[in-house]
């Protein structure tokens, strides 16, 4: 039986049309998650934070690390300059309210979305004039040469996925992964212009510079672009680099910039904030525990991104001691195998540039002394699986293109597509349900990490709130047991036996906080109200000095020394 499917090429024959599409895709896949509340960080980042509501914080946004605002100087690796600026025009368009910042992270991933959709489109325009023996010099102005609308089919294909995909549900769902979204639509925007720039220092060249400078102020893994950029020409214009080595002027116009660039960055932000500092939250591992532990690392993020099953907000982190156990043997097949793939399909332009693009921006969270307790993040797929949807697209336009079975196989391919993408929609959909607040959020992680000790301090300040003081001692316990020396557990378990009226045992744990963390103004503070519910009035005093001195913004010490010190005035008339 013969089906007349030139309609298909109809539907696909517009750019802007199935731009809506997509933009239409990202956004109903997270519209349930304009009901959502603030989460984690965010109460403390966005609730918290006075430099979001005055302009005039501007300078210290781009002086500080992320935790400036709130007294702990020094205390993150993390510049996010851009992140704090959009909060705060979020802010003042919104409020306080979550739905308005949630639709700021709904609108850059469809935005993300859309430029997925563009750089696929001529990457695989590329590929295909290369199949089709166009010259070099006329591959990016090929395109009405080639079946546009098979290419923009297999592009729309690309950008669907990443759209739908689920492993991106942290990324959007959560209000505090902006700088995710952020640095990735500046960063591809730059990969855009570059691939578009036909000579070094153009006005496409330059806008592609531009735009890689405001993604550095997002985040840190934009100094992975200009290697994503010699692979790409690596790829695609080997020529250049055959011209370039008798020659090298052309080279050092085309990358110099970004080096340029990234070097003023790390200058400047090394002024603010200091440099790489590792986070020593695995200082117990030996150096060969660090490099035999990328592997697993790295296959539990190919697994993730082709499996998008069993999400976690918090993964525990179970270190091998030797490479011969059965999870590292499991690993190096796989990395080997991912490896082994690389090569094969090393004449292959496009899969070999889309497998490295999976890799480049991988290689920074693979570096375990500098990452945190829970080293492996769903937050951080959300770039490669740029170049993992690309090679899917690209797989199905081969499948596309075999003869043999003629409509039978159009049919097939748009069928699983279509289910493939249904499924992806239907999993991201039920996932944001478990981002719709605190309490479904440490919930669901409890249950999938128990031997993690986050989801049990998250729960546990979730049952404080609700006034459950005995079942937030439980979880704060589990996760002191289960990570002894963390100032912000003993800190949490001596304001819930405060609560208890165990006063003693709130100023012991409230003493180890701030051993463990000095510059901590808020243990301080609390520990100031453990010593005047005891009436140690001096040593609250010095505790609430010490708080203030830490965070002279700090309304609450301010309040709780002032109380006392009029106390002690009228009591002296």
């Not at 024959?13 to 960080?41: Q, W």
């Not at 949490?492 to 208890?500: M, R, S, V």
Request: with cysteine; net charge positive.
């Amino acid at each position: 039986m013969s089906y007349d499917l030139s309609f298909i090429k109809r539907i696909f024959s517009s750019k802007y049309t199935l731009s809506l599409v997509i933009l239409m895709a990202s956004v109903g896949v997270y519209l349930n998650t304009l009901p959502n509340d603030f989460i984690f960080d965010d109460k403390v980042q966005l609730l918290r934070n006075p430099w979001i509501k005055d302009v005039k914080y501007i300078p210290d946004i781009f002086l500080s690390d992320v935790w400036g605002f709130a007294g702990f100087k020094g205390a993150s690796n993390h510049y996010r300059p851009m992140m704090y600026l959009l909060y705060m025009a979020d802010y003042h368009i919104f409020g306080f309210k979550p739905w308005g910042f949630h639709l700021t992270n709904i609108i850059f991933h469809a935005g993300v979305s859309v430029l997925v959709f563009f750089v696929a489109t001529i990457l695989l325009t590329q590929q295909i004039a290369i199949t089709s023996g166009f010259p070099a010099s006329e591959r990016l102005e090929s395109e009405q040469a080639l079946p546009n609308s098979s290419t923009l089919m297999f592009a729309f294909i690309a950008a669907l996925l990443f759209a739908t995909h689920p492993i991106h549900t942290e990324v959007v769902a959560w209000i505090g992964a902006i700088p995710e979204l952020l640095f990735t639509f500046f960063y591809l925007i730059s990969l855009y212009w570059y691939i578009k720039a036909d000579k070094p220092l153009s006005i496409a060249h330059l806008l592609s510079v531009a735009f890689f400078s405001i993604s550095t102020l997002c985040k840190e893994t934009t100094l992975t672009l200009p290697l994503i950029l010699l692979a790409y020409d690596y790829s695609f214009r080997k020529n250049l680099f055959r011209i370039s080595l008798q020659n090298l002027a052309p080279l050092i116009k085309r990358y110099m910039p970004y080096l340029l660039v990234a070097v003023a960055y790390l200058i400047f932000r090394n002024y603010a904030i200091g440099g790489f500092a590792p986070a020593k939250e695995h200082a117990n591992l030996s150096d060969y525990q660090y490099f035999i532990n990328i592997f697993p690392l790295f296959a539990q993020y190919l697994e993730k991104l082709f499996f998008p099953i069993n999400l976690n907000a918090f993964y525990t982190f179970n270190p091998i001691s030797s490479i011969l156990e059965l999870e590292g043997i499991l690993a190096l097949i796989i990395t080997f195998s991912f490896i082994t793939l690389v090569y094969m399909f090393r004449r292959n332009r496009l899969i070999f540039f889309c497998l490295l693009w999976i890799t480049i921006p991988l290689l920074p969270v693979l570096y375990i002394p500098a990452l945190t307790s829970n080293p492996f993040t769903e937050r951080y797929l959300y770039l490669p699986s740029v170049g993992f949807v690309i090679m899917a697209s690209f797989a199905v336009n081969a499948t596309y293109k075999i003869k043999v079975m003629g409509q039978a196989v159009t049919i097939m391919v748009i069928l699983t597509v279509t289910a493939l993408t249904g499924l992806y929609s239907a999993g991201t959909i039920k996932r944001n349900y478990v981002w719709r607040d605190e309490f479904t959020l440490w919930t669901d992680t409890v249950k999938k990490s128990p031997d993690s000790y986050a989801p049990h301090l998250g729960l546990g300040k979730i049952y404080y709130e609700k006034g459950l003081i005995d079942k937030a001692v439980e979880h704060f316990e589990i996760a002191l047991r289960l990570r002894p020396n963390f100032p912000v557990i003993h800190r949490d378990l001596g304001t819930a036996y405060l609560t208890k009226g165990f006063i003693d045992k709130a100023i012991e744990h409230y003493q180890i906080a701030v051993s463990l963390m000095p510059n901590y103004p808020d243990a301080h503070n609390d520990l100031g109200n453990a010593y005047r519910a005891k009436g140690l009035l001096d040593k609250a005093v010095r505790r609430y000095q010490t708080a203030l001195m830490l965070r002279p913004n700090f309304p609450e010490a301010r309040d709780n020394l002032q109380e006392i010190l009029e106390k002690e005035a009228n009591e002296r008339k």
